[in-house]
């Protein structure tokens, strides 16, 4: 479709006004999106699959393989679950005081703001729940991973660009 602007300066797709969320509602919307994709995912693993089960899906490339991690992200540091509950606590916390900060921030920080919140309430689910974190995601050349842990890797690499791109317009 061939998106236009009408002349109250609406965007339009097609000549039919596009309702978007409001700016501030965007990361909220982000968060709980990549929340219920994470935990979906995870809901599917843990259906069809056994723990240390594993199916090739690109052999010798990419396979899933369920695993039960009690450590960090990427199977770091395992065997202190608490930990890991109380720091996602906190990284949740953070995320949500900057997310409710009134200021005018890049959207570039903003999804960055939402992936990290996002990733880190999806493991804090699992970790209460279970006393573990779902892991899925096989590369066969780095630990098992699931969709939040993306997401805040994602969510901290915009986050430095969106800082990198700030100190640079800046200086």
């Not at 960090?72 to 202190?80: D, I, V």
Request: proline share 6%.
């Amino acid at each position: 479709m061939v998106s236009d602007t009408n002349f109250r300066g609406t965007r339009t797709a097609g000549g039919v006004p596009r309702r978007q969320a409001p700016p501030r509602f965007r990361p909220w919307l982000i968060a709980a999106a990549t929340v219920g994709i994470d935990q979906a995912a995870k809901l599917i693993v843990r259906a069809a699959f056994v723990p240390a089960q594993s199916l090739p899906v690109i052999p010798p490339v990419f396979h899933l393989t369920y695993v039960q991690n009690t450590g960090a992200a990427f199977g770091l540091l395992q065997g202190h679950p608490e930990v890991f509950v109380i720091l996602s606590v906190v990284v949740a916390g953070w995320m949500i005081r900057e997310l409710l900060r009134r200021r005018l921030r890049a959207r570039l920080t903003d999804l960055a703001l939402a992936l990290i919140l996002g990733g880190a309430v999806g493991n804090l689910i699992d970790r209460v729940r279970f006393g573990y974190v779902v892991d899925f995601l096989d590369f066969r050349v780095w630990p098992v991973f699931n969709v939040a842990d993306s997401c805040i890797s994602v969510g901290v690499g915009l986050l430095l660009l969106s800082q990198f791109r700030r100190c640079t317009r800046s200086s």
